[in-house]
């Protein structure tokens, strides 16, 4: 139970990370000067790909996890059958 709570946290943070990245991404534009323009937009890309593969991987290791619990559910159910 631990392990699931661990995890929503970690999914909640990247999504934090991901939403605060594009939001920085629209406030690039309006900013005057070139140099801080070009060095927010590659920041701001930077985050939004580590965030979303962070998400992407934490979301997949949860399915995994509740493929095989749901395996050894399955073949609990099946030898106690026998």
């Known amino acids: 139970m ?3 709570i661990a995890q929503c946290i970690l999914v909640l943070t990247a999504s934090f990370f991901l939403v605060f990245g594009i939001s920085l991404f629209v406030a690039a534009y309006q900013l005057e000067n070139p140099f801080f323009f070009i ?3 590659f920041g701001s890309n930077l985050m ?3 965030s979303s593969v962070l ?3 934490f979301i997949l290791r949860m399915i995994n996890v509740y493929k095989l619990l749901r395996k050894g559910d399955k073949q609990k159910e099946y ?3 026998s």
Do not use: C, K, N, V
């Open 55 to 57: 998400l992407l991987g």
């Open 39 to 41: 060095m927010t937009i």
């Open 48 to 50: 939004i790909l580590i």
């Open 79 to 81: 030898s106690g059958d």
């Open 2 to 4: 631990i392990w699931w």
